[in-house]
């Protein structure tokens, strides 16, 4: 009997030894195939990948196996076992392929976000084919920080979506906190699925990029802040007229009109005229504004002077924006970033518009920029202008280059009398201007 069993069992094992050698080469191959075409579709950008998933590597070499065994040992019930295990293989191909035929993904973003809002994104997914719904579908953004302090920064959200009916569309939306200013840009969203039996995986890109930019977080300025600017310019004319007459003068009548005070009447031009005519005054508008933002940090900054850093463009961006609700004046912005830039009209929404965009981009450096910061504004700006520099490095008026003040130019020696610093680092800053509220 241990005589006439041993050819079986040396067949036996010569069949499992095969079967194992083959699978565990064909499973090499297969691996080695995809990655191939990962890396093709890397290089050459395209638009769609179908992959086979860690389940379906399992399920096919669960199939060859079936296969070489009946092939070795023919045995019809393995070949036709062999034969049902590739209706669901080809079965899940067809239908991973199908599912993201014709779908488009549209994105909302909101227009005006700060840097730590809950940012929320709508996205719309569209099935444009005629028959055939698609079934768990998954949407996958990615946000990387381009410019400003958010550069390096990714982010990827993900969206499911369970069912989308043909020609029909769904919405669904995600929220994501960005607490870093700067642009981001919103890559092609990447849409997969691995419908429906999980064996293979496929990939489109659907839909178009887009960028957002995020704004430094604004404060508050308080009641001492407000003080302190009364106190750096008293002694300066705080109001003046927009063609330079002094508060109450008139330069000139017109027609009366209903709602005009009987106060305003000039009767003496209006017997000469023969009808009612009333003086008309000067507008007051508030004295102009330049806005210096020195953003440097050492060449190894810390937390620290990250933080110090974000604290400048938030609180210059804070004045910026209280200037232009108030209006009535002129604006001078200008950064480190690039002292030749700046700047300057009337404050208005749009100058705010341009002027947030700016800080959300500034970044720091430790190059010493601040001597051509202040010296392009004082060529600039007029006469008069308040100057205000924020700086996060501990200096002051007296520390700057005297060239900057020349005592042999008037122009300049009028600038210096308002000419004020604002330094971050002072712990008495806090008393002036709140975070956050």
């Not at 296969?67 to 019809?76: C, D, K, Q, R, Y």
């Not at 779908?103 to 719309?124: F, N, T, W």
């Not at 700067?182 to 699925?193: D, H, I, L, N």
């Not at 110090?308 to 210059?316: K, T, Y």
């Amino acid at each position: 009997m241990a005589t006439s069993n041993l050819p079986t069992n040396r067949k036996a094992s010569a069949v499992s030894a095969g079967g194992s050698k083959l699978s565990g080469r064909w499973l090499r191959t297969v691996r080695a195939f995809a990655l191939r075409a990962g890396r093709l579709a890397a290089a050459y950008g395209l638009r769609s990948r179908t992959t086979v998933c860690r389940d379906g590597l399992y399920y096919m070499v669960l199939t060859v196996f079936v296969f070489v065994g009946a092939a070795l040992g023919e045995v019809n019930l393995l070949l036709l076992l062999g034969g049902m295990l590739l209706g669901p293989l080809w079965l899940s191909y067809r239908l991973v392929v199908k599912t993201l035929r014709g779908l488009e993904v549209q994105r909302v973003v909101p227009a005006d976000v700060c840097s730590g809002d809950l940012v929320v994104v709508k996205l719309a997914l569209s099935n444009r084919r005629r028959r055939l719904g698609s079934w768990a579908v998954t949407v996958e953004e990615e946000l990387v920080g381009q410019a400003g302090d958010a550069r390096g920064e990714v982010v990827r959200p993900e969206v499911f979506f369970s069912y989308v009916p043909a020609g029909e569309t769904r919405q669904r939306s995600y929220r994501v906190r960005l607490p870093r200013r700067g642009r981001y840009r919103f890559a092609v969203p990447k849409v997969s699925t691995r419908f429906p039996f999980g064996l293979f995986g496929r990939t489109i890109r659907a839909g178009l990029p887009a960028t957002l930019t995020v704004y430094p977080r604004l404060g508050r300025l308080t009641q001492q802040w407000l003080a302190r600017q009364r106190e750096w310019f008293e002694g300066t004319h705080r109001r003046e007229h927009r063609h330079g007459r002094v508060s109450g003068d008139f330069y000139g009548v017109r027609p009366w009109r209903s709602g005009d005070s009987r106060r305003h009447i000039h009767w003496r031009s209006s017997a000469r005229h023969g009808s009612l005519v009333v003086r008309q005054f000067e507008q007051h508008r508030n004295r102009d504004l330049a806005v210096l933002v020195d953003l440097w940090r050492p060449a190894t900054p810390r937390a620290e002077d990250r933080e110090n850093v974000e604290l400048a463009v938030s609180f210059a961006a804070t004045v910026v924006a209280d200037a232009c609700r108030r209006g009535g004046s002129n604006l001078f912005v200008s950064t480190s970033m690039d002292p030749a830039h700046a700047l300057r009209g009337p404050a208005s929404a749009l100058l705010l518009q341009g002027a947030m965009e700016e800080f959300a981009l500034a970044e720091a450096s430790a190059a010493d920029r601040l001597f051509d910061l202040v010296a392009n504004a004082l060529a600039s700006v007029d006469p008069g202008t308040e100057i205000v520099l924020v700086t996060t490095r501990p200096i002051d008026a007296e520390e700057l280059p005297s060239s900057i003040f020349s005592p042999a130019d008037a122009r300049r020696r009028m600038h210096a009398q308002r000419f004020r610093i604002v330094n971050t680092r002072d712990v008495g800053m806090n008393e002036y201007f709140r975070t956050g509220e």
